[in-house]
């Protein structure tokens, strides 16, 4: 079975530094991994996601995140944080093969402050 | 607006109530699911329909009880719930078609209160 660590529950940040949300999954298999967003008082938006093929991947708004399958890590990153990013992210994997079902992460809460 | 519609919005009720949550989905997947997020805990998996059949419960207390009665709509029926069920409840969608899979899509949620 799947499961993902968010070791960083909080992250205050500096509008316009970059930030990086960590992540960190267990798997035996390969996974299908994701990156959601979850403004308040909505529901999860997805930003980015890893299947197969460039490690790097590019999502909305800016994000990116580097798949490192030697270190089972989807870390997301951001160059340059807006007001409006402050949301909570959610990395969630999940298996290859049909019928399995997400395991989401925590969440991370990342407060951009001015 | 993401394809998945959830109503209410909001909700609240008292512990004797009966209510139900609706989701719809015009995005032809055929998988939904339900999802409660409390303050401060990781999202729980409630429910799975793939294809109108139930595959999955959580081990959700009975005074849940969903409902699918085509591909594209879902229901939540709650009845004399308690104020720790009071949550953010999350439909989602997905197509899962063997070995392709892109994740899945979220409603904005009910955000239910029980008093």
């Known amino acids: 079975a799947q499961s993902v660590t968010q070791l960083d529950s909080q992250v205050p940040v500096f509008e316009e530094a970059p930030v990086e949300l960590r992540c960190n999954y267990s798997?035996?298999?390969?996974?299908?991994l994701f990156w959601y967003v979850q403004y308040p008082n909505q529901g999860l938006q997805l930003l980015l996601k890893y299947l197969s093929g460039s490690t790097l991947v590019k999502g909305i708004n800016g994000f990116e995140a580097e798949f490192n399958k030697s270190q089972t890590s989807f870390h997301l990153r951001k160059p340059s944080v807006h007001i409006s990013d402050t949301a909570e992210y959610f990395c969630?994997?999940?298996?290859?093969?049909?019928?399995?079902?997400?395991?989401f992460g925590p969440g991370t809460r990342l407060s951009v402050l001015p | 607006e993401t394809g998945v519609t959830q109503t209410p919005r909001h909700l609240v009720m008292g512990m004797t109530n009966k209510k139900s949550l609706k989701c719809e989905q015009h995005l032809g997947h055929n998988a939904m699911y339900w999802y409660k997020q409390s303050a401060k805990k990781p999202l729980e998996l409630m429910f799975v329909?793939?294809?109108?059949?139930?595959?999955e419960n959580n081990s959700v207390p009975s005074r849940f009880s969903p409902e699918c009665p085509n591909s594209s709509h879902l229901f939540l029926h709650l009845h004399t719930l308690q104020p720790e069920d009071s949550a953010l409840y999350l439909c989602?969608?997905?197509?899962?078609?063997?070995?392709?899979?892109?994740?899945?899509?979220f409603g904005s949620g009910t955000r239910l209160t029980v008093v």
């Open positions: 329909y793939n294809f109108k059949e139930q595959t």
């Open positions: 989602a969608s997905s197509q899962n078609t063997g070995r392709d899979f892109y994740g899945y899509t």
């Open positions: 969630a994997v999940m298996g290859p093969n049909y019928g399995q079902n997400f395991v």
């Open positions: 798997s035996s298999v390969s996974v299908y």
